[in-house]
């Protein structure tokens, strides 16, 4: 199986860190309640989050992230049991934590994104 993650068309599978997809299960809304017996009923609304970590980045591929990120978005990615999912999801990030000049190009490492369905 082949992780895979495409934010609005563009496929940003093979800047992607090696395991770079962490993917959390949100949620959005629970209630239980208590019956006079004893028995408690749950219910709750389970979301997914994904937090994208990518390798060291040159600048033009950078720009090129930034140029698909929009807020919400259009994501197809896999999920952790292996199925190829399309969601709406609001995108936070990216965050970049350092940049080095290398021989007249900026590579830019710690780059990550979260996407969490809307």
């Known amino acids: 199986m082949q992780a895979k993650l495409t934010i609005n068309g563009v496929d940003m599978t093979p800047w992607l860190a090696r395991e ?3 993917h959390t ?8 309640v208590v019956t006079l ?3 408690e009923y749950r219910t709750e609304i389970v979301v997914h989050s994904i937090e994208a970590r990518f390798l060291e980045l040159r600048d033009n591929t950078l720009a090129m992230i930034r140029a698909a990120l929009s807020s919400p978005a259009t994501v197809v990615f896999t999920d952790d049991f292996g199925k190829d999912l399309t969601r709406v999801m609001y995108v936070t990030g990216p965050s970049v934590t350092a940049k080095t000049v290398q021989g007249g190009h900026t590579y830019y490492s710690g780059v ?7």
């Open 25 to 32: 299960p949100l949620v959005r809304q629970s209630r239980s």
């Open 20 to 22: 770079g997809l962490v």
């Open 112 to 118: 990550s994104i979260t996407l969490e369905e809307r």
């Open 37 to 39: 017996d004893g028995r």
